[in-house]
């Protein structure tokens, strides 16, 4: 199995609601290759839950492009978007508690999970997806009787049921104490790198965010940068923008004018004095 | 795959859908079960309580000698088919005799029946002596063996009446009395019991004699033949009806078209007739009492569902983020849904068969077999087709929203007010259902699911005004700082799960409300109804030849009128001509069912007889007259064309009187010597009367002799009237005489005029013409039923002597005629008595009207009635025909409103169970998020009791008015009775006693339970609350 790419082009999603236009995503562009583990981080707000949502097919866009593998998500139907989430795209919820049929038992989960596959997959069994999520020991056991990083590790494994292409999960660690949420990235990262699954995972918690090999940070919904083994970079935008870090727009007031400069490989940003600025 | 555990997982909710369709099922079954069953069982009470008009009584037409036509022939004429739910025929043969003792020949011939009927002897008690044997013996009757002082072998000369030959001579071989006077086994022709020695004008009758068939075997009699049969009840289906109708109809045809000598005397196609009548009560409201309750149920489960699908919005959100398309989802969740309201609605078809079975043993009292018209299933199949169609769209319309709608745990807000389309449809299909109720002609179902329908329409409609109305009210107690309403009034605008309760509560309202109404209207209509047609608690009727004898024995019995007041009933020979309902208007207000009603004061008064004079009473065996002529001469009469017609001199007159015998109230007629012209001078005319016991004179008339028919006009002086007591009968005023009219007259006159002791003004063509002293007035003061066409001036009716009465109308009868309330004019009963005559015995009844007391003691004056020698009968009672009206179709099928109403409150609840059950985490949940925020617990807890209680209470104060609305466009098109037309008019007015409370009751019950649940959802309102996941 490998895992599916993902690829988006000035994408745009509006949320309509009280009258009012609201921007949750304004020309976002990212590309994500098969097989990684991307983090997309962000305040409350920033639009990745969105982000994940339209990924899985359960918004569509307003405009720009959506390719999650060979799938144009954008102009999908829903018969197509049934079919894609039956077999390539796995999403796990915010809330473990809601990504499972409380009076089924974790193996159970998995069954109802995989009625929907497509009939050509060779599906492995709920015993096996459990035993990748470590979780070997509890496919019988009632969810009431799994702890908190239990069930979340059970819901885990209900994503991946169908071993898709690509693993959406919307703040796997959240609510989760330390040893929990290590547990849920350990078993997420065994994933990733036993099956080739793209796993694009939300979180906003800074620690997990630093586990990761890539991060995408969102802030009012642009792409506000994008961390690499630790390290933080500013992305430049198809149109040419370029957000600015945190630390930097706080000595650029908006309006300042800014003289670009490059010497000798190096990008200068020089605010330019004003007459009335101080 | 997982459905078994989804049901185990949610089994209170399996079990809630389980028992409403339970109720769809029971309801959709049972109606037509239920119907069926009432009109077979008012078929079988009809055919057992109306045994003689059920039968039919074969006879041959005529006497006829020998054995020409034997019984069994008779029985030929009964169809093949219908043998099976007739009894096997009960042959006879009589003949109506004239006999005498030999040993007294001489005297009148008395008459009696000698009758054989196959298997009387077991009928009989045998007092003395044995059943005859053989040929010529006879049984007697012990009222026979005392009036004739029969013995056992006294022989009798007996012929046959009609021929006054033949015959022969019977002897006497026991005595009988029957075992039950008025038994089955008679068909209607019992032995009389009567038996009574000749008087002047009557020879004498003897009871029946039994003998055994050989008697007429020969040729010596002119017996006829009877061949009695009845349609068994309970044999006798209602499929039965149309082919008994038509063999009844005819029979008579079919025996002159196969030379049969017969005739059958039977009302059965009438009592058929009656049967379907009833039959359409009960098709009409039992059909339509149950669809109210099935729709409400059908609402109640749609409510139901919508609420169990809600909560389902996570997993089918689950679904489909697995893959599965919304027609799966939907599929497996209609599976989920589908088969606790499968299996409800299948068990509600065996409960409502169960239901059918307690019935028939209790209301029904085993009156209807066990049968399955075509009916039940098919309904049953209905109702399961439309309690799924309600699943598929429940769910349908959840299934299909976005998966990321139905991952919300709270519905964004619809902008504005928005009616969802189900609502909005009910709303209409209600709004239009009540609007073709109150314009249209009153046919077809929607005007009795005008209750229903309008409390659907209704209590959605303020469900959806209350969720607005509960944010104002919010928002202002919020202003004014009153924490609580504030709290929760904004729990219900943001909670629209309100509207299901609401309406739930406000048609279970209207139809626990329209219940009350038609069981308690129908109830009281069919009291008033039975009270009008008894005229009173119970009636007496008995015989008697004097109006006078009979009154002094009534005011021996019951001189105050505590108990009774007498009323004679004098039939025309025609039913299209009024008859006379003689009544003692002030005993007749207080006595009868709602005497004072019947009309005004100024009604009673015109109707009693005048009291102002006093009669002209004498006792003696003859009256003289002193009477002048005075200006006599001849008169021309016209011819049509106006011709003069000259017929000559006239040449007497005649005064005549008319007087009324104290001794038996009966009237006569004294003639005096005529009069002869030329005549002025005064002459004594004496007259002979039987009036030694006392006569009151009641008129003066002018007649003619025979021969002299020529018209005359003038004045007759009557200066004095003697008597044997008194030498002058003051005869009064002149205006204290009036006219008798004259029906059909000539041109001739009559009046009264002053001169000499009263001067009588006359033209005389040849008829007798009287002025009538007023203590009785010329024309009679009537109350006449309305349906009767009135001509002024020549409506007549019969007095107790048969003689016509011309009447007056006094136009103010304000409510029905008791008991004979068509075609009837009520008198004065003193008036007529005024009047005089011998009582018209056969076209007579003489009846006490019983009240409560008088009922109580009947015994009592029936033994007093007895001792002055009047035999009479208890033939009526009010409460008896309020059982029989009890045992109606539409009484039986209204027994059903009650129960009704309670399964609407037991829906109600339901839905309000089901909607806190399914809420109260959240609501919990709400509340603990205030408490945190520093509201205080108080608050909380008033918002959360009156969050419900308050939209509660006002849902039942509106259903109770729509229920209220309901019967009023409902009730008049309920059957309540067979016959809708009659002069006793329905009461459909609202009971507000019940209505009250219904109304008080049903807001308690409802309250307290609002009230309880709002208390524990508060008390559950904790922090620990706020962590739970809402599935």
């Not at chain 2, 209509?525 to 109006?547: F, I």
């Not at chain 2, 003051?730 to 004259?742: D, M």
Request: glycine share 10%.
């Amino acid at each position: 199995m490998t895992g599916l790419a993902i690829s988006t082009t000035g994408l745009v999603h509006i949320y309509r609601a009280h009258g009012h236009d609201v921007a949750a995503l304004s020309g976002i562009g990212i590309s994500v290759r098969p097989g990684e583990l991307v983090g997309l981080l962000g305040p409350s707000g920033a639009g990745k839950s969105t982000l994940l949502q339209l990924c899985g097919g359960l918004l569509t866009p307003s405009a720009g492009r959506l390719q999650v593998g060979e799938h144009n998500v954008a102009t999908m139907t829903d018969t197509e978007l049934d079919r894609m989430r039956s077999g390539d795209v796995g999403i796990v919820l915010q809330g473990a508690g809601r990504n499972l049929i409380p009076y089924l038992t974790p193996a159970d989960n998995i069954r109802y999970a995989q009625q929907a596959a497509p009939d050509e997959r060779d599906l492995p069994t709920p015993e096996a997806i459990l035993e990748l999520v470590g979780l070997g020991n509890h496919a019988a056991t009632p969810l009431s009787q799994l702890t908190p990083g239990q069930v979340q590790l059970c819901a885990v494994a209900v994503g991946i049921a169908t071993l898709p292409g690509l693993l959406l999960a919307d703040e796997p660690t959240s609510q989760l104490d330390h040893h929990a949420r290590d547990e849920v990235l350990a078993a997420l990262r065994t994933i990733n790198s036993e099956t080739g699954m793209t796993v694009l995972l939300v979180t906003h918690d800074p620690e997990v965010a630093a586990t990761l090999p890539r991060t995408i940070t969102i802030r009012d919904g642009r792409i506000a940068s994008e961390g690499r083994s630790g390290e933080e970079y500013a992305v430049v935008a198809v149109d040419g923008s370029l957000p600015l870090p945190p630390h930097v727009a706080e000595l650029l007031p908006a309006g300042t004018l800014v003289q670009v400069t490059t010497d000798d490989g190096v990008i200068r940003l020089t605010p330019v004095e004003q007459e009335g600025n101080q | 795959m997982f459905l078994r555990r989804a049901l185990r997982y949610r089994w209170a909710q399996a079990l809630v859908l389980t028992g409403i369709s339970l109720l769809i099922g029971a309801c959709a079954v049972f109606g037509p079960w239920f119907a069926r069953a009432v009109e077979q069982t008012v078929m079988t009470e009809t055919l057992a309580g109306q045994s003689l008009p059920a039968s039919w009584l074969l006879a041959s037409p005529g006497p006829q000698v020998g054995v020409s036509t034997r019984p069994e022939d008779l029985d030929k004429l009964l169809p093949n088919d219908l043998k099976p739910v007739f009894t096997p025929p009960l042959h006879g043969i009589y003949n109506d005799v004239s006999w005498s003792i030999p040993a007294t020949a001489g005297d009148p011939s008395p008459g009696a029946r000698v009758r054989w009927r196959d298997g009387y002897c077991a009928q009989l008690d045998v007092t003395e002596g044995r059943c005859p044997q053989a040929a010529n013996e006879v049984i007697a009757s012990t009222v026979d063996k005392t009036t004739w002082e029969f013995r056992l072998g006294t022989t009798l000369a007996a012929t046959p009446s009609d021929v006054g030959k033949g015959g022969g001579r019977l002897s006497i071989v026991g005595f009988y009395q029957p075992k039950q006077a008025r038994g089955d086994f008679w068909y209607g022709d019992y032995p009389t019991g009567h038996s009574h020695t000749p008087a002047d004008k009557d020879p004498g009758a003897a009871n029946e004699f039994f003998t055994d068939s050989s008697t007429f075997a020969g040729n010596k009699w002119t017996q006829r033949v009877t061949s009695d049969f009845r349609p068994i009840p309970g044999v006798a289906r209602l499929g039965d009806l149309d082919r008994l109708k038509e063999a009844t109809e005819t029979v008579n045809g079919n025996a002159r078209e196969i030379g049969v000598a017969a005739q059958n005397t039977s009302s059965l196609a009438t009592l058929v007739d009656q049967i379907q009548a009833e039959r359409k009560q009960a098709t009409t409201i039992i059909p339509l009492v149950m669809v109210q309750v099935a729709l409400f149920a059908v609402v109640v489960l749609a409510l139901a569902l919508a609420a169990v699908v809600d909560q389902r919005r996570p997993e089918i959100a689950l679904s489909r983020l697995r893959g599965s398309s919304a027609r799966r989802t939907q599929r497996a969740l209609c599976l989920e849904l589908g088969l606790p309201v499968l299996i409800g609605t299948l068990l509600g078809g065996i409960a409502g068969f169960a239901l059918l079975l307690i019935v028939r043993a209790t209301w029904l009292r085993y009156g209807a077999p066990i049968e399955l018209p075509w009916t039940v299933p098919a309904a049953l199949a209905v109702a399961v087709v439309l309690a799924l169609i309600v699943v598929v769209l429940q769910v349908r319309g959840t299934v299909r929203q976005s998966i990321s709608n139905l991952l919300r745990r709270v519905l964004p807000l619809r902008r504005g007010r928005t009616i969802g389309v189900a609502d909005l449809c009910i709303i209409v299909f209600a709004v239009a259902g009540l609007i073709a109720a109150l314009t249209g002609d009153g046919r077809g179902p929607l005007p009795v699911l005008t209750p229903a329908l309008l409390g659907l329409a209704a209590g959605l409609i303020f469900a959806h005004l209350l969720l607005p109305a509960a944010g104002l009210i919010s928002r202002s107690a919020l202003r004014k700082g009153r924490l609580g309403l504030a709290l929760g009034a904004l729990q219900i605008s943001r909670r629209p799960a309100v509207t299901r309760i609401v309406a739930a509560v406000a048609v279970a309202a209207a139809l626990l409300t329209f219940a009350g109404q038609a069981s308690s209207i129908a109830a009281t209509n069919r009291e008033t109804r039975s009270g009008y047609e008894t005229g009173a608690e119970g009636v007496l009727r008995m015989n008697s030849l004097y109006l006078g004898s009979f009154l002094q024995t009534v005011n021996q019995i019951d001189p105050d009128r505590h108990w009774l007041t007498p009323v004679v009933i004098s039939r025309p020979p025609s039913p299209d001509t009024l008859q006379t309902e003689m009544i003692e208007p002030d005993s007749f207000r207080r006595v009868a069912f709602q005497g004072d009603k019947l009309t005004d004061a100024q009604g009673w008064q015109t109707l009693q007889a005048p009291s102002d004079l006093a009669p002209l009473s004498f006792r003696s065996s003859q009256l003289t007259a002193t009477v002048s002529v005075d200006g006599i001469k001849p008169l021309i009469s016209r011819a049509a064309n106006g011709d003069q017609i000259d017929g000559g001199t006239p040449k007497s007159v005649i005064l005549r009187a008319n007087v009324v015998s104290h001794r038996d109230g009966s009237r006569y007629l004294v003639s005096f010597p005529p009069i002869r012209f030329p005549s002025t001078k005064p002459v004594a005319l004496q007259a002979d009367v039987d009036c030694l016991g006392g006569c009151d004179l009641l008129r003066l008339g002018i007649g003619r002799e025979p021969l002299d028919p020529t018209g005359v006009q003038g004045n007759v002086v009557i200066s004095n009237i003697s008597s044997d007591d008194h030498p002058t009968i003051a005869l009064g005023k002149a205006e204290s005489w009036q006219t008798v009219p004259q029906l059909g007259s000539d041109q001739s006159s009559i009046t009264a005029k002053p001169g000499g002791a009263l001067t009588i003004a006359m033209k005389s063509f040849g008829t007798d013409m009287y002025v009538q002293y007023a203590t009785a007035p010329s024309v009679v003061p009537a109350l006449v039923t309305p349906e009767y066409h009135w001509v002024d001036g020549a409506t007549t009716t019969p007095a107790a002597d048969g003689s016509p009465m011309t009447l007056a109308r006094i136009d103010r009868l304000t409510g029905p005629v008791n008991r004979y309330s068509e075609h009837t004019a009520v008198v004065d009963l003193e008036t007529v008595r005024r009047l005089g005559g011998v009582v018209d015995e056969g076209a007579t009844d003489f009846e006490l009207w019983l009240n409560k007391d008088g009922l109580a003691n009947v015994d009592t004056i029936t033994g007093k009635l007895a001792q002055a020698g009047y035999n009479a009968d208890l033939v009526d009672r009010r409460d008896d025909r309020i059982a029989a009206y009890g045992r109606s179709a539409s009484a039986l099928a209204l027994q059903l409103t009650p129960v009704v109403g309670i399964a609407a409150w037991v829906l109600a609840l339901v839905v309000l169970l089901l909607t806190v059950v399914t809420s109260w985490r959240s609501r919990a949940q709400d509340y603990a998020s205030l408490k945190i925020t520093g509201v205080p617990a108080s608050a909380t807890g008033r918002a959360a009791r009156w969050e419900q209680t308050g939209p509660v209470a006002l849902a039942v104060l509106l259903g109770t008015f729509c229920g209220l609305v309901g019967a009023h466009v409902a009730l008049p098109m309920i059957p309540l009775f067979a016959t809708s037309s009659g002069a006793v008019p329905l009461d459909l007015g609202i009971s507000w006693p019940v209505a009250l409370i219904l109304w008080a009751g049903g807001t308690a019950i409802l309250a307290t339970a609002t009230l309880f649940l709002g208390s524990g959802v508060n008390r559950r309102s904790t922090y620990n609350r706020i962590r739970e996941e809402l599935t």
